[in-house]
Structure formats: structure tokens, C-alpha cells
């Protein structure tokens, strides 16, 4: 019905930049928000970064100033900007879209299976 599909993960060395993309395809009325969480090996899944339709964002406190979440509307895409990345920041990027459906009242959140990104020298 509706995927979601992350790319641009790696391998970068600390300090370096890496560019994330999601794109959601399928039956979509429209998206409200986009965003992204991460997840590192034995912590939880958190925030990282939100935009809405409207160009609203929302940042996690450890990645702002560094981090740039953006949207593309028309084709159902976001975007991760990631700079002078940390060790910290490894981990995997998981999108998700929150999607309404034409004559359903609501949004629902669809997830994307996600992309690793390691931060190694």
C-alpha cells in the first residue's frame, strides 16, 4: 500500500558529511510529517529530525546546527543532511512518512526498513 524506502547510509570517516533520502510511494493522499529516528545497538530508537508539510522542523538537541532536514512534497521525498558527523551518531536511520489516505480520517505512520550509517575513522 505505501512504502518507504531509505538510502544514501555508509561508511564516513568523523567529521565527515553524508546525505540521507526517503521517499514514500503508494495509494498516498497526502504526507503530514517526515522524519527520521535512529537507533544504536542496545539503546532506544530516538528522534532525530522532523518536518512537516508546512516547513516545520524539529531537531534533536545533539544534532543540531550539524543536522538539516528537508522536503520535497512533490515527490514524496525527505532528506537528511548530516555534517561533521560524530562517532556518536552511528547507528541506523530509520524514515518515517505520516501518511493521510483519500476518504480516511487521520494520518498513519508507515516506517522504512532503514540505512546504516557507521562513523569511524
Not at 27 to 47: D, V
Not at 61 to 70: E, L
Not at 93 to 114: E, I, M
Request: proline share 2%; glycine share 12%; charged share 15%.
Amino acid at each position: 500500500q505505501v512504502q518507504v524506502v531509505e538510502s544514501g547510509g555508509g561508511l564516513v570517516q568523523p567529521g565527515g558529511s553524508l546525505r540521507l533520502s526517503c521517499a514514500a510511494s503508494g495509494s498516498i493522499f497526502s504526507i503530514n510529517a517526515m522524519g527520521w529516528y535512529r537507533q544504536a545497538p542496545g539503546k532506544q530508537r530516538e528522534l532525530v529530525a522532523t518536518a512537516t508539510s508546512g516547513g516545520s522542523t524539529n531537531y534533536a538537541d545533539s544534532v543540531k546546527g550539524r543536522f538539516i532536514i528537508s522536503r520535497d512534497n512533490d515527490k514524496n521525498t525527505t532528506y537528511l543532511q548530516m555534517n561533521s558527523l560524530k562517532p556518536e551518531d552511528a547507528a541506523v536511520y530509520f524514515c518515517h512518512a505520516d501518511v493521510a489516505f483519500s476518504g480516511r480520517y487521520g494520518t498513519y505512520r508507515y516506517w522504512g526498513q532503514g540505512t546504516q550509517v557507521t562513523v569511524s575513522s
